[in-house]
């Protein structure tokens, strides 16, 4: 009965593990405890979902998010300090060091506490850029709350649908409006190709200081959608960061909250978008999975016979082509969805593609979905090797905003025709011209050496033999 006792345990363990493609090991920095029962309901979600939370202070001097050089924790969610900054274990560097160990770290901003400059800075190194002027939010005159902010503007209400690009995969829109409560703006450079917004303001939106008494700004940081209120990172090596502009966004009383617009009363979506965006940087959306991959020559699929050739090559991902062959190449991609594996599907106007290159690609190609499984999509094409010998690979280099990168290299060798794979001559009509040529010289010598032996000798008559 004792194994049986273990294996109940283990099927136990693995259920409430979470669900999550990279951990449940969740840290949660915390300055003040008393705000913790403010975020309730987003706590009790990350649990449903298998996290195991931990809360720690800025402040607690043994907090470390390594141990033995290892992560502590898979992912870390930073709530903004009111003091100065989050200590010396919580440093730009070491924030650096947790994503280029698979770490997701989820920021939030608050327009009521000072981002501290050390964020400041580790965001400027990320081509996010915060006002200048600390005290600074985003106020709307047109898209607001009337109930909450009739008269400040500062909690904004931005409809789901219009969230993100239609030619991403759009995993945070949907229906409803999402209140973003004195957010703090964001402005993302142009020369990162990692940086996404997924939040923008709307057109009629600002950053300014309430604190100026000015009734007309006249340089404001940034406006319309120009602001990003929430925006993502995804570093080379798929570790996700976010960067949310309202921590309120995240408290019990706007999630499903009644607010008002232009004399309409609508709920919130804040609970749902908040699961969206937590789950995408802890790697429940978006997670990319290769399957199966193959490449084979075309026509010996169902067959044990390979090649008209002298080396003897296995049906399925050979390690030696020759030069002309006819290969198909497949791959299985699934897609993470929260609690399962889903077949992908590229976003509209996408394709994934495949690179036969040596140091650089002869061909490129799109692949197209050829079949479907209970969990994956199987892309593949058929395509004839180049006239090139020499090391090749096959490679799937698919990074697409929001969804990890896909990398995946097969090398093989590609080869010259052996002395007996070259058609034969009277095969080619182009020689049909120089074999006629032989032939007819080879006839007209067997011709003239039967004339010359059958030909009786001359004789001159009159002529007196000699001795």
């Known amino acids: 009965m004792k194994w049986l006792f273990s294996f109940l345990v283990l099927a136990l363990l693995g259920v409430v593990h979470a669900l999550s493609s990279s951990g449940s090991r969740l840290l949660v920095v915390l300055e003040e405890p008393a705000e913790k029962d403010k975020y309730s309901e987003f706590w009790g979600d990350l649990e449903a979902r298998g996290f195991h939370l931990s809360f720690e202070s800025p402040k607690n001097e043994k907090l470390s998010l390594f141990k033995h050089g290892e992560r502590a924790f898979d992912q870390l969610v930073l709530f903004p300090p009111k003091s100065k900054g ?11 060091d947790f994503l280029k160990k698979d770490g997701n770290i989820l920021l939030t901003l608050s327009a009521d ?3 501290p400059s050390a964020i400041v800075s580790l965001l400027l190194e990320l081509d996010i850029h915060l006002p200048t002027d600390r005290n600074a939010l985003v106020v709307d005159h047109f898209n607001y709350d009337t109930a909450s902010a009739t008269e400040k503007h500062d909690v904004l209400l931005v409809p789901l649908p219009s969230s993100v690009r239609s030619d991403l995969k759009n995993y945070f829109a949907g229906e409803g409006t999402v209140a973003v409560p004195r957010p703090v703006g964001q402005f993302l450079g142009n020369n990162s190709p990692l940086l996404v ?10 950053s300014y200081n309430p604190k100026d008494e000015a009734e007309i ?8 959608e120009q602001l990003s209120l929430v925006s993502a990172m995804q570093a080379r090596n798929s570790a996700r960061f976010t960067v949310l502009g309202s921590v309120e966004m995240l408290q019990n009383e706007w999630f499903n909250a009644k607010v008002g617009s232009a004399g309409k009363q609508t709920t ?18 978006g997670v990319l999975k290769v399957g199966k991959l193959q490449h084979y020559l075309a026509e010996d699929k169902t067959s044990k016979k390979v090649n ?10 050979p390690t030696i082509y020759r030069i002309k062959n006819d290969v198909t190449f497949t791959v299985e991609l699934s897609e993470y969805d929260f609690d399962h594996l889903a077949p992908f599907t590229p976003p509209e106007g996408d394709q994934v593609q495949l690179e036969f290159s040596m140091l650089s690609p002869f061909h490129r190609l799109n692949l197209s979905p050829v079949g479907y499984t209970a969990n994956s999509t199987i892309f593949g094409t058929t395509f004839t090797l180049p006239d090139q010998h020499g090391i090749f690979n096959f490679r799937v280099n698919y990074k697409r905003p929001f969804l990890t990168n896909v990398d995946e290299k097969r090398q093989v060798t590609v080869r010259h025709f052996a002395h007996d794979e070259w058609p034969r001559s009277w ?18 010598w067997l011709v003239f050496v039967a004339v010359w032996l059958y030909s009786e000798p001359i004789t001159a008559k009159g002529v007196k033999k000699t001795q």
């Open 86 to 96: 989050f200590g010396p274990s919580l440093t730009p560097n070491i924030l650096l």
């Open 197 to 206: 917004p997924i939040l923008r303001a709307p057109s009629t939106a600002y």
């Open 268 to 285: 919130t979506a804040n609970k749902e978008f908040a699961k969206k965006i937590s789950g995408w940087t802890f790697k429940e959306l």
């Open 217 to 224: 700004v006249e340089d404001p940081f940034a406006v319309g």
């Open 427 to 444: 095969k080619i009509s182009a020689a049909w011209t120089w074999i006629t040529g032989i032939w007819v010289t080879v006839a007209g």
């Open 113 to 115: 506490h000072p981002t």
């Open 308 to 317: 008209q050739s002298s080396v003897g090559v296995p049906e399925s991902n």
